[in-house]
Structure formats: structure tokens, C-alpha cells
T-cell receptor, first 110, second 114 residues
Framework: QKEVEQNSGPLSVPEGAIASLNCTYS??????FFWYRQYSGKSPELIMF????GDKEDGRFTAQLNKASQYVSLLIRDSQPSDSATYLC??????????FGAGTRLFVKA | EAGVTQFPSHSVIEKGQTVTLRCDPI?????LYWYRRVMGKEIKFLLH????????ESGMPNNRFLAERTGGTYSTLKVQPAELEDSGVYFC????????????FGAGTRLSVL
């Protein structure tokens, strides 16, 4: 079992729709959870982080965490073609070592 | 403010040769990390420096890899001798002491070992 699992996609949504990206993790001791966006050939860019159960909103992005289910998700409202990228879920189990999922490719169709 | 910079952006070498990758973190960031992504796989942690000290090198694959951060500023990652399976993208990230979990990534060095 992978430590951080994501559906590789591609996930295709029409412009203006809500994109829902999901991630599960195996280590119950995980403490910090991150979503990175990576455009092709570019560096991963941190877009959201969440530490506590529940929802955290930042603009069009909402991160959701459920530690009991070991599940974290990212919702992108009003999806734009510029949101098309690979989204990486990452988990920190303590210290600063970060475990990444393989990423989900998102396509937003104009 | 300059971001994390990595050099070179792409390196092509033959099996058995030596390659040195460089990372310049964001100025003032005490934490520096190396990661690697091989073809089709997830980004994997290699090691973590706090200033010039290696805090965690549990992800280093073998003793052909040597990372240094003399003076606690830039870091180098040397692969000697390189093998075919070392091909991939090597990312560097840095974070401030106050927010170690918030890591800023460089664009990576794509290493191709032929």
C-alpha cells in the first residue's frame, strides 16, 4: 500500500464547474497535509495546507481533512482553464519529511 | 525576493560519470530539502538540512549520493558514479525556521543517465 494515494486521472471538468481532488494516506500519525499544484516542467507550488479536521477555504480553493477516515480533499470552485495542472497531495508525519502522492492531472475544458 | 534556484536545469551524462547538482535556497531559509522524482513515480524525499547539518538523510538511496551544505547556504548533491536508475528530476526545496512545513520548491534538475 502506498503511503499517499491519489487517482492519477486525468480528471476533466468543464470551465466553471467544481473540481474535486481526493487523497488518502496510510499513517494515522500524520499531522500536516498539503496540496501542491505543478504545471508541466515547473516547480510544485504550495496552494493549500491544513492541520485540523474540517474545511479550510482560501479563495476558490477548499481543503477538507478527515483524520478518522485518513482522507484529504481539495475542491476548486469555478474551475478555470488555467487550473489545468497536476495536483500533488502531500503529508507530513512529524519532523519535516514530506510524503507525496503521485498526483492527479486536472483538465479544465473551456 | 528570489525563489529557490537550481542548476543546471538539465544534465545528460553517461553511466559511470559524476554529476553535481546545485541548489540555492531562498535567502534566510534554514531548512533545505532534496527530493527526487523518477519516471512515473511520486516525488520522494532524499534528505533535509538544518543550516549546515543533516537532520534527516533517511531517503538517500545509497552511498553514491552525497549532499553537502557548507556554510548553511547553498547545497550540492553529487552522484558518483551515476547509474541508469538515477535518471529523474531532482527537486530542492527550502523553508524558514519558523514554518518548516511550508516548503518552497525549485524548478528541478532533470538528470538523464545514458
Amino acid at each position: 500500500q502506498k503511503e499517499v494515494e491519489q487517482n492519477s486521472g486525468p480528471l476533466s471538468v468543464p470551465e466553471g464547474a467544481i473540481a474535486s481532488l481526493n487523497c488518502t494516506y496510510s499513517d494515522r500519525g500524520s499531522q500536516s497535509f498539503f496540496w501542491y499544484r505543478q504545471y508541466s516542467g515547473k516547480s510544485p507550488e504550495l496552494i493549500m495546507f491544513i492541520y485540523s479536521n474540517g474545511d479550510k477555504e482560501d479563495g476558490r480553493f477548499t481543503a477538507q481533512l478527515n483524520k478518522a477516515s485518513q482522507y484529504v480533499s481539495l475542491l476548486i470552485r469555478d474551475s478555470q482553464p488555467s487550473d489545468s495542472a497536476t495536483y500533488l497531495c502531500a503529508v507530513n508525519t512529524g519532523g519535516f519529511k514530506t510524503i507525496f502522492g503521485a498526483g492527479t492531472r486536472l483538465f479544465v475544458k473551456a | 525576493e528570489a525563489g529557490v534556484t537550481q542548476f543546471p536545469s538539465h544534465s545528460v551524462i553517461e553511466k559511470g560519470q559524476t554529476v553535481t547538482l546545485r541548489c540555492d535556497p531562498i535567502s534566510g531559509h534554514d531548512n533545505l530539502y532534496w527530493y527526487r522524482r523518477v519516471m512515473g513515480k511520486e516525488i520522494k524525499f532524499l534528505l533535509h538540512f538544518v543550516k549546515e547539518s543533516k537532520q534527516d538523510e533517511s531517503g538517500m538511496p545509497n552511498n553514491r549520493f552525497l549532499a553537502e551544505r557548507t556554510g548553511g547556504t547553498y547545497s550540492t548533491l553529487k552522484v558518483q558514479p551515476a547509474e541508469l536508475e538515477d535518471s529523474g528530476v531532482y527537486f530542492c526545496a527550502s523553508s524558514p525556521a519558523s514554518q518548516g512545513n511550508i516548503q518552497y520548491f525549485g524548478a528541478g534538475t532533470r538528470l538523464s543517465v545514458l
